[in-house]
């Protein structure tokens, strides 16, 4: 809003803003989460990385430099971004590393991957 408008209501509701306010303050930290995993999820990179995984389950970085065509350092950034942002788990097998989505992640991002995979379908039904 600029500077010199200002609201032209009458009368607030008091009472439906204030149930407002209690649901943001009740759900304070699921917003600090899903927006802190949709921050990370913006980086389209990032995002290719999230889907592969979601739909394979785990994989490691070297499969996923080879289906991105990008370097296995540029794929480590990404990996560790969403490492320390605590949306990925790892398993070691030898000296092999295996990435996977945390559960509580995944139950957030499926619904954007439906979306990408039920846009798909449209487009090839044309």
Do not use: W
């Not at 913006?42 to 995984?53: D, S, Y």
């Amino acid at each position: 809003m600029e500077k010199n408008q200002s609201c032209s209501r009458i009368f607030a509701d008091e009472k439906q803003i204030n149930n407002c306010k209690i649901k943001l303050q009740t759900n304070a930290n699921a917003f600090e989460q899903l927006s802190s995993l949709l921050a990370l999820a913006g980086n389209e990179v990032r995002l290719k990385i999230l889907f592969l995984l979601e739909e394979e389950h785990e994989l490691c970085p070297c499969d996923i430099a080879d289906i991105l065509e990008m370097s296995i350092p540029a794929i480590s950034q990404h990996l560790r971004k969403l490492k320390d942002g605590n949306v990925l788990q790892t398993r070691r097998s030898g000296q092999t590393i295996y990435y996977s989505l945390k559960a509580e992640n995944l139950t957030l991002l499926q619904p954007l991957f439906q979306h990408i995979i039920n846009e798909k379908t449209k487009l090839s039904m044309l």
